[in-house]
């Protein structure tokens, strides 16, 4: 019976390597360098193939008795992911033989060692008396150390990697990365140098690779498609043009081409069983018009086709529920995130368990999800479905997944060289604290952090009132004005503290008193605590300016404010936040602030309910709008409308 030769977005196989076309070059030269080295690195951009081209391409230039392949993902570590590939493969024998003097071909410039061998090397050589073949260990979509991982658990696998190394058993290792991450590796090659001296990078698709896959898999003898006679050419030139579209270049993505030849099968059949016989052909090919962006396209289909499905089951079910329903399986980035069928529930508190299992079993029906036994994970089918999903997130979610990565990632450092989260940092991650779990230690840290912040204020108080007793004698004012800005730290910064621990009321009751008879003597006071300006000015020019703010139309005090700074130590990425400065006992006039975006942004409109909460405009250096508009609702439902120029702010603020 023939079969349908494409793969849509599954990688290939060693038994799809009669339909495995257009990478011959590239087979030719990795297996070359698997003799020549003992690492080899892959890499090349999402999407070009390089789990087929070792999985297929490669292991199919080898006998069977010649290659015994461990495909490794992180997992939830992989240092453990490793431990069980290796378990599986029968690397918890018993008695394994250790000082075996294997053929140098294995051992290209590791140093030799006579010490014991590591628990890891014990393993290989347990795998290699069971099977006599030689292991090779394919790291697979290695970024994932790197984006999901910790420091720990990347230097204890460049540890065992070291003593793989080191240890002289038959077996190769291949790093098969996206390239953007290639600059992640520099710790790891200054720990093993020979990380990069074999490395191949896997180039996208130009028009003869993709006339090598069109024709060869409808010619291919056991092919269900065939291409009409005389129009072979003009088809594949036809398809790389559509899929290339507007652009100005000369390759096309992989998983772009795959999934347009099965749209381009359905719109001739109509199967979805993929049985039929179908024939290629100019005519069918021109009635496809315009495709646009073929991958967001087909995932806006499916969650179409999905929501109405499942809508008279789920009356409640709209597309951007859908979409929430995808969101966890991607990471920030736009790669794939793999997550457990418990934590996508606790990522969807809100959303009906059965609804959840409905929606991600007809993603696994349509090959968008997968579900991998190994680690009894869910993910994503292939990483350039990962990226147009995190586009559709809304800025909400994005807001929560900046913060509980901000939140791993500071935690997972050991307490002696870990960070107090900022004040700034604290203010940020208030508000989401409730809408995902979050560990004991991380809680006990944001407790730890507050503290720290609150003492630091402290002596900035203390410093501060230090300096005022130079330039002026100790009088009862200066005595009640250190005792208001003490209040009012102590107040304001515990109040994210007060509300989880039920002292609302409390903070309430300090607010009424703020309020009462004393309130005009009390915010003259706080006027001096509210910046330099006002620190030497005479109690009449405060009086004056306590005036203006308690009196003077709210649009006349909204102030934007920015601030910039670099997103990690030795980059050149920036943080560009953003945020509205008023008054704070003028704040209550205000419903919300909207921020409106240049283009380029994915969500070009921001809203905030706490005016002066500031946001990241571009995250981790993106980019930034030259010149934004803010409109400021008030309560009266009145708009009052600001421009904020980044132009203005670099002229004024040059950066260091």
Known sequence: MKKYPFKFLDSYKREDRGIFFGRDEEISALYEMVFQSSVILIYGASGTGKTSLINCGLAGKFQPHDWLALMIRRGNNINKSLEKALEDAGGNSLDPVVGVN??????????KSNKELSAVGKSINAVYQKSFRPIYLIFDQFEELFILGTRAEQDLFIKTVQDILQSQQPVKLIFSIREEYLGHLSHFERE????????????????????????GATAYNDSNISIKSGE???????IFDKIKGEEKSLTIQLPFLQVFLDKFYLKITGD??????????????????????????????????????LKERYPVLVPDMIWRILSPFSTLEGTKDPISKQD??????????TLVDAVVGDFINSRILRYNDTNEMFEIAHDALAKPIAEKRSVEETAQLEIK???????????EGREFFTEKQLVFIEPYLEKFPISDEEREWISKSRSHVTKEKLKDI?????????????????????????LITTTVFFAIEARKEGIVAEQEKVKSQNAENNTKELLKLVMQGRGEQYVNQNDSLLMEQLRIEQ??????????????SPSNKGSENRNYMLWVDVPSFRKYEIKQVNYKLCSGFVDRLRVSNEPSSSFSIGYLGYGYCPIIDIDVILQTGDTIKKVFSFEDFFRENPLP
């Open 405 to 415: 990565r901000l939140i791993k990632s500071q935690v997972a450092v050991k307490e």
């Open 272 to 309: 979805e069983s993929r049985s039929t016989e179908a024939e290629f052909n100019v005519a069918t090919l021109n009635d496809m018009g315009e495709i646009g962006d073929v991958l967001i396209d087909f995932l806006e289909g499916q969650v179409a086709g999905i929501s109405n499905k």
């Open 551 to 564: 009196t003077y139309p709210i649009d006349s005090l909204i102030v934007p404010r920015a601030s910039v």
């Open 102 to 111: 294997w053929s140098n071909e294995w051992s290209d410039d590791a140093e």
């Open 344 to 353: 996508l529930y606790e990522r969807l508190p809100n959303l009906d368990r």
């Open 192 to 215: 093993v140098p020979q990380l990069l001296r074999k490395k191949l990078r896997i180039e996208p698709m130009n028009l003869e690779k993709v006339k090598q896959v069109i024709i």
């Open 232 to 238: 072979s050419d003009l088809v594949a030139e036809g």
């Open 462 to 486: 203390d410093r501060q009132y230090a300096e005022i007793l130079k330039k002026r004698r100790i009088t009862i004012l200066s005595v009640a004005i250190v005792a208001l800005l003490l």
